[in-house]
């Protein structure tokens, strides 16, 4: 077969949408959710309360005496964290069975991934912890979400929900892109450095693996009012705007 022919169909093949077949986790009233490689979701409802299934989604165990608003979980599901309805934030390194609280507070929103953790607080300053306990400020400030995947933390802004890429060395030591993008409020970065963010429309937008100024998403056409995200090496799993959540195998 001819090498461009080859080219060509490659082509439409990596521009399928990864968002071919998804399926409906039990639940209803989603707010939050997390996903790992191994299929562990972690959610949270309108209401406040917190599930764990081991099972994609299949059964849920609720979480007794805790309430959460944001939840956030690494790519191996080692590493499970919540923030509260009073800004406090809880983690958790057996896969939801024991939480312990953290001594970071006013926390809106929360990364937990297998080395370096994020939160940002009320005042919209991000900081990190290797231990969910002692906490540097970054430089980075003015932020509604932070994810991280080993080499950049990527950023959402106040100002116009613009998505920030930053590469990653030290709390203080971080070069800045600011992408194309923006109106975005909420966002994840895969293990493969892939950047999936979500706008106010609820329209899902895709990046590579790249820092570069004026970097360019791709929307995602047959996917829409999505309010919360999370991508795993393997899954994919969204919340909508009517509390529905879905999960896609990659």
Same mark, same amino acid.
């Given at each position: 077969?001819?090498?461009?022919?080859?080219?060509?169909?490659?082509?439409?093949?990596?521009?399928?949408?990864?968002?071919?077949?998804?399926?409906?986790?039990?639940?209803?009233?989603?707010? /939050?959710?997390?996903?790992? !490689?191994?299929?562990?979701?972690?959610?949270?409802?309108?209401?406040?309360?917190?599930?764990?299934?081991?099972?994609?989604?299949?059964?849920?165990?609720?979480?007794?005496?805790? !309430? &959460?608003?944001?939840?956030?979980?690494?790519?191996?599901?080692?590493?499970?964290?919540?923030?509260?309805?009073?800004?406090?934030?809880?983690?958790? =390194? /057996?896969?939801?069975?024991?939480?312990?609280?953290?001594?970071?507070? %006013?926390?809106?929103?929360? @990364?937990?991934?297998?080395?370096?953790?994020?939160?940002?607080?009320?005042?919209?300053?991000?900081?990190?912890?290797?231990?969910?306990? %002692?906490?540097?400020?970054?430089?980075?400030? %003015?932020?509604?979400?932070?994810?991280? /995947?080993?080499?950049?933390?990527?950023?959402?802004?106040?100002?116009?929900?613009? &998505?920030?890429?930053?590469?990653?060395?030290?709390?203080?030591?971080?070069?800045?892109?600011? =992408?194309?993008?923006?109106?975005?409020?909420?966002?994840?970065? !895969?293990?493969?450095?892939?950047?999936? @963010?979500?706008?106010?429309?609820?329209?899902?937008?895709?990046?590579? %693996?790249?820092?570069?100024?004026?970097? &360019?998403?791709?929307?995602?056409? !047959?996917?829409?009012?999505?309010?919360?995200?999370?991508?795993?090496?393997?899954?994919?799993?969204?919340?909508?705007?009517?509390?529905?959540?879905?999960?896609?195998?990659?």
């Amino acid at each position: 077969m001819n090498k461009k022919i080859i080219l060509g169909i490659t082509a439409l093949l990596c521009a399928a949408t990864i968002f071919a077949a998804p399926v409906k986790i039990d639940g209803y009233n989603w707010l /939050d959710i997390a996903v790992a !490689d191994d299929g562990t979701i972690l959610a949270c409802n309108t209401t406040g309360d917190m599930y764990v299934s081991s099972d994609k989604g299949a059964s849920f165990t609720k979480v007794e005496g805790y !309430d &959460a608003v944001r939840v956030s979980m690494n790519s191996t599901g080692t590493m499970m964290a919540h923030v509260n309805q009073k800004g406090d934030l809880y983690y958790s =390194t /057996d896969r939801g069975q024991s939480w312990t609280k953290s001594n970071a507070y %006013n926390i809106m929103d929360v @990364c937990a991934t297998r080395s370096v953790h994020f939160t940002v607080n009320l005042s919209g300053e991000v900081y990190e912890s290797r231990d969910m306990m %002692n906490w540097t400020k970054t430089k980075i400030n %003015n932020e509604i979400r932070a994810v991280f /995947d080993g080499w950049k933390l990527v950023t959402i802004s106040r100002d116009n929900g613009e &998505a920030y890429v930053h590469a990653y060395k030290s709390a203080q030591d971080m070069t800045s892109y600011k =992408t194309a993008s923006y109106d975005f409020v909420d966002l994840d970065v !895969d293990p493969d450095g892939m950047i999936f @963010c979500v706008n106010k429309a609820g329209d899902v937008y895709t990046a590579p %693996n790249k820092a570069e100024e004026g970097l &360019a998403f791709t929307k995602d056409e !047959d996917v829409y009012n999505v309010i919360a995200i999370s991508a795993s090496r393997k899954y994919i799993a969204t919340v909508n705007k009517e509390g529905n959540a879905y999960l896609e195998t990659r």
